[in-house]
């Protein structure tokens, strides 16, 4: 009787057929048993990166009680926006002086414990002459660099996006490290109204995890961001479980990438309806909505949740964060805002000098607004109108 | 329809399949200028670019005239994986699409990523199956946007002295990864190529016959290569010239099913002896391109199985040409 050949082949000269007898126990040392990480001394360590306690401690610092982040990265194409919609031209003197007005509020290191910086930020100075990050580190702030390089078109998905950036990103992080910055960040976004699909998602969850392994092997704390989108008319239910998605992956794919938990820092959209959709929520939904995906997905060994607001307006932006606060969570659940730090500031600036006081009084006002919301004890007394308009802009390219 | 039909659609599965012509193979002459000047300097001629272009002379137009596609190499090279043990990553994603349209602008109409393995203790590891793949499939998608026939090569290196089933699992489970990966990114396998390793025994293990490396070679393909894909261009991976085109030939008279053709995509199994007859100099260069022929004609007769092996040795073409932990 002829032993059951698995070979395709008519004839087989070579290949031994008793590999395929039958009743044989297919034992051989396979490639794919599920090994321990090769450099890792002990089952205790994930990895053994040179800066794994240096990680640790910056991302704790970064999520200290009563603080949160000031994202100040808007790529010049973006900032160009801010200063044209007051008035001014898009010149790099003119983004010194901005930048300038918001690293220098007195006091701003009570309320804000991070600041993410563009690139010509990192390397420039301010208008006095002293280094963006010097004045940073001396209010007891952490410098941090956005290292994407923006988005693109997914090519095979449904009009959606990917980000780029992992090319040199080696160097480029070792490169900003040498100049101070002490985390880094990168944005990535799915969009529901597109699917989102699969592809998209693995993508988005895919490169986060590459870039999160790349930047702690440079020292950089990496806050990982992947932005589902406000667009679109879903309700509050699909946010949610497109959210359950994309973090589960995302944090599948950091281990795979054998990236430090204690060392990262998370920047993810609140659960909120899509911005079209005819059924609002209110903050207490938010909230639990949100703590729930938190709660479901994020594992206790992240020391800080960074929240984006997305186009929320400045006082929408703080009352969800201070709802998420009224009891107490295994991580720090906090605030990286940009427009909605920054609105009412710029808009009081106008880019007159005679405004800058009165700018940084502004931008201090919705930390110090935010901060409290972090430790859960905003009252909102005493908010203006400007505060309260809505920032969302459909499509928005950040 | 599963995979993404770009505007170029038509025009790829033509192009693939004409290159997958019986018969006919790839000529890799893709070295980074770092790459070429080993190669000059095996002759002791300088590197500078006036000896690169008389070496090589590729004129995209010249080409086309002779009927040869032009084809370009778009990935940045390797980086090592953090966390692993020397394994790596190839570079090149950002700013792939602008860059592909100006090369199909200037001519080109396929293009080629190399992605490096290694057979270790515990390697290829998942993570560095998985970016590779990953890597190659959206290179390929987005070479298909652009009008270039993406080829995609996931090499794993011959160095070591694991033996030739070690080198079929392996093989198997990285193809199987690729393809995945490529039906994740919804890439028309009808307009792509394969450039695989031929399944060997390491370069440190004892050597086996033709027929052995034919047969578990396409027996790793049947597992794992649909067939839609048009033509499976071997790279030569440090064989010498002969025995690559041996073992080439082997597999083309092997009687079994293979839907695709296969053919070759040789750098230095084509290059070899055609470097040593000219030396750089000016002189030789006919003796050269008769050695280069030479070659060229063994390996087509290889994709049909009729080669005698009775090829006009020329001065290298039995040399092996495996450099550990090649970089290409």
Redesign the interface.
């Known amino acids: 009787m002829a032993a059951a050949s698995a070979t395709l082949l008519k004839s087989s000269p070579i290949l031994d057929k008793s590999e395929f007898v039958k009743g044989q126990s297919l034992r051989q040392p396979s490639v794919s048993i599920v090994r321990c990480h090769p450099n890792a001394p002990s089952a205790l360590t994930v990895r053994a990166s040179s800066y794994a306690d240096e990680l640790v401690k910056t991302a704790k610092t970064i999520a200290s009680p009563g603080r949160g982040i000031l994202a100040m990265d808007e790529s010049n194409a973006t900032c160009g926006k801010r200063l044209a919609s007051i008035g001014l031209e898009n010149t790099e003197a003119n983004r010194q002086a901005y930048r300038t007005l918001l690293v220098s509020a007195p006091g701003l290191g009570d309320y804000i414990s991070g600041a993410i910086l563009f690139e010509e930020t990192l390397y420039q100075s301010t208008t006095d002459g002293k280094k963006m990050v010097d004045v940073l580190v001396e209010q007891n702030i952490v410098p941090g660099i956005k290292v994407d390089k923006g988005l693109v078109p997914l090519p095979g998905s449904n009009n959606e996006s990917w980000c780029q950036g992992l090319d040199g990103l080696s160097s480029r992080t070792a490169a900003y490290y040498q100049q101070g910055a002490r985390f880094a960040k990168w944005r990535t976004v799915v969009s529901i109204p597109n699917g989102p699909t699969a592809l998209a998602v693995k993508e988005a969850a895919w490169g986060l995890a590459r870039y999160a392994a790349i930047s702690q092997d440079s020292g950089l704390v990496p806050i990982v961001e992947p932005e589902i989108l406000l667009d679109g008319e879903h309700g509050i239910d699909r946010t949610f479980e497109v959210a359950q998605k994309v973090w589960a992956e995302v944090f599948f794919y950091l281990a795979e990438n054998n990236v430090q938990f204690e060392g990262i820092l998370l920047k993810p959209s609140m659960v909120t309806p899509g911005a079209e959709c005819k059924d609002k929520a209110t903050p207490q939904q938010v909230a639990d909505y949100t703590l729930k995906l938190l709660h479901s997905r994020i594992p206790p060994a992240v020391p800080g949740i960074m929240f984006l607001s997305g186009g929320q307006s400045e006082v929408e932006a703080t009352l969800n964060l201070n709802a998420m606060n009224q009891s107490a969570n295994p991580w720090h659940v906090s605030f990286s805002y940009a427009r909605a730090l920054q609105n009412t500031c710029l808009k009081t600036w106008g880019g007159r000098p005679e405004n800058v006081k009165a700018a940084q009084d502004a931008l201090l006002l919705r930390a110090k607004a935010n901060s409290l919301a972090q430790l859960g004890k905003y009252t909102g007394d005493g908010e203006s109108e400007e505060a309260k308009k809505g920032m969302f802009v459909k499509g928005y390219v950040y | 329809m599963s995979?993404?039909i770009?505007k170029y659609a038509d025009e790829l599965v033509k192009n693939a399949a004409y290159i997958g012509t019986p018969g006919k193979g790839i000529l890799a002459a893709d070295e980074s200028t770092g790459t070429i000047g080993k190669r000059l300097s095996s002759i002791n001629v300088e590197n500078v670019e006036e000896n690169r272009r008389a070496l090589r002379k590729p004129f995209v137009e010249l080409m086309k005239e002779s009927g040869v596609l032009p084809g370009i190499k778009v990935d940045?090279g390797t980086?090592e994986l953090?966390?692993?043990?020397g394994e790596t990553f190839t570079?090149?994603?950002?700013?792939l699409?602008q860059r592909c349209q100006k090369y199909y602008e200037a001519g080109a109409r396929f293009a080629k990523w190399r992605s490096v393995l290694k057979i270790g203790a515990?390697e290829?590891?998942?993570?560095a199956i998985?970016?590779n793949a990953?890597g190659l499939a959206?290179y390929a998608?987005?070479c298909?946007?652009c009008g270039l026939v993406p080829i995609v090569e996931p090499e794993i290196l011959v160095d070591g002295s694991h033996d030739i089933?070690?080198c079929a699992?392996?093989t198997e489970?990285v193809l199987a990864a690729c393809y995945k990966a490529l039906n994740?990114?919804?890439?028309m396998l009808e307009g792509t190529l394969l450039k695989p390793n031929m399944v060997t025994p390491g370069s440190d293990s004892p050597k086996v016959?033709p027929?052995?490396i034919a047969?578990?070679t396409v027996?790793a393909l049947?597992r794992t290569v649909p067939p839609a894909v048009p033509a499976v261009v071997f790279l030569s991976g440090g064989q010498s010239e002969e025995e690559a085109t041996v073992n080439l030939n082997a597999m083309n008279k092997?009687?079994?099913?293979k839907p695709w053709s296969l053919s070759f995509s040789f750098g230095r199994a084509l290059q070899q002896s055609t470097l040593k007859a000219w030396g750089g100099k000016a002189e030789n260069v006919k003796k050269a391109q008769e050695a280069f022929l030479v070659r060229c004609k063994a390996n087509s007769e290889a994709t049909l199985g009729t080669y005698k092996g009775d090829a006009k040795l020329g001065e290298g073409a039995a040399e092996s040409l495996h450099v550990k932990d090649y970089k290409y």
């Open positions: 995979c993404f770009s940045k980086v953090n966390g692993t043990n570079q090149g994603l950002d700013g699409a515990i290829p590891t998942e993570l998985q970016e990953n959206m998608a987005i298909q946007q089933k070690k699992e392996v489970r994740d990114h919804h890439v016959a027929e052995v047969e578990y027996r049947q092997l009687q079994t099913k």
